[in-house]
């Protein structure tokens, strides 16, 4: 039987503290999660700073991060200010993670200081880019480092592309993929996938961790419901039905992380539901983990662009953080875009967009973008 620690993503709230302390207490909870950039704003209470010290020196503490952008084409003074802080952080705790993980997607740009991880075209100028930011990273972290995948797509060519791109990457720096089931999931209903033909796509022997959460659908004036990676609910069925199908395909993991938002256990109820939903989580993990390793197909698939540089992927972000601040209508952006003589060699890929995609897209931007 192979060792994987069931865990939770640590967030400095009174509500995760009540939900998660009986699990903590009993012993139950063997690895943890931790937004590291989180705790640069504000100074963590101390119950989560016993937390972090006691599980880094089980080395079972993995770290999260959620601002360096990796994918951003230009690496600049925000990037390096960034990797600063992470070492300051470093040096001042005297922590050491497992390994450091960031997320797939840009959220900074020329006009955006902040925001949700946007998706990347199918370009050879995004490995470039991102290879970069990773080298930097591991080289700061001083351990292995890693990507967890996106859910939103905006187009059948996103889902494909994103797999193939963090293949290349990973490869490069010899990194591990943080796998989250939901976003895998969020993009197989939303493009009418098969979740495990999708997860196949992905390089599951670079997998060290999963995440598991829950979402949300969102209407859309464009079509069917948009499936969103909210971690705000209960984790759907057929995610866990996945989580117990995918862990003997990935022979490196070591933990499967549970996601939820601290404003979804805001009282009791919620908060035992929790509970017995982590209980649930751990019961799939330990019964997975004892089944033999099944090797997994390795896919290759070439990328559509081969052509764009880094400048012109930069000029691709900056002038779709722009439409997207400024909101309005999808179908109106849409065309704009594919007008815009400056995005030439992604015109073929946009056009294949989706607009419930491009509508969530703009919400995200709305609920979560601070502008430069």
């Known amino acids: ?6 865990g939770i993503a640590l967030f400095a709230a009174e509500e995760l503290r009540l ?3 009986p699990l903590f207490e009993a012993g139950l909870i063997e690895a943890v999660e931790w937004t590291f950039d989180h705790g640069w704003t504000v100074a963590p209470p101390d119950w989560v700073t016993a937390l972090l010290d006691a599980y880094a020196a089980e080395d ?4 999260h991060g959620l601002r360096l952008s990796p994918n951003t084409a230009r690496f600049d003074d925000s990037s390096t200010a960034w990797l600063a802080e992470l070492a300051r952080d470093l040096a001042n705790s005297g922590r050491a993670y497992r390994h450091v993980t960031e997320h797939w997607g840009f959220s900074r740009t020329r006009h955006l200081a902040r925001g949700a ?3 990347l075209p199918s370009s050879e100028a995004v490995v470039v880019a991102t290879d970069r930011a990773m080298h930097a990273l591991a080289s700061t972290a001083g ?28 490869d490069a720096c010899n990194g591990v993929l943080l796998l989250d089931l939901h976003n895998l999931w969020c993009q197989a209903e939303n493009y009418g ?4 033909v999708l ?8 997998v060290r961790q999963l995440h598991v959460a829950g979402g949300t659908w969102s209407d859309s004036a464009y079509g069917a419901p948009f499936r969103r990676d909210t971690h705000d609910a209960l984790v759907p069925d057929d995610v866990l039905a996945l989580l117990a199908w995918i862990i003997p395909r990935c022979p490196a993991l070591e933990a499967a992380i549970l996601e939820r938002l601290p404003g ?8 035992a539901a929790w509970r017995d939903e982590w209980r649930a989580l751990d019961h799939i993990v330990r019964a997975a983990a004892r089944e033999p390793v099944i090797a997994a197909p390795t896919v290759t698939r070439e990328l559509l662009d081969t052509t764009a540089t880094l400048d012109d992927l930069a000029t691709y972000q900056d002038t779709l953080s722009v439409a997207l601040l400024g909101g309005g209508d999808p179908r109106e952006i849409h065309a704009e875009l594919l007008a815009d003589p400056e995005l030439t060699k992604f015109h073929a890929q946009i056009a294949r967009w989706n607009l419930r995609a491009l509508d969530v897209a703009l919400a995200l931007t709305a609920k979560w973008s601070t502008r430069v």
Not at 60 to 63: A, I, K, Q, V
Not at 264 to 271: F, W
């Open 143 to 170: 351990t292995t480092v890693g990507l967890e995948n996106l859910a939103l797509a905006l187009s059948d060519d996103d889902v494909d592309a994103q797999p193939a791109m963090l293949s290349r990457v990973l």
């Open 264 to 271: 979804a256990l805001s009282d009791e109820p919620a908060r």
């Open 117 to 119: 991880p946007m998706p």
């Open 1 to 6: 039987m192979r060792s994987i620690h069931t």
């Open 193 to 196: 996938r098969d979740p495990r």
């Open 60 to 63: 079972r503490l993995y770290g």
């Open 19 to 21: 939900a998660a302390l």
């Open 199 to 206: 997860a196949s796509q992905y390089p599951l022997a670079r």
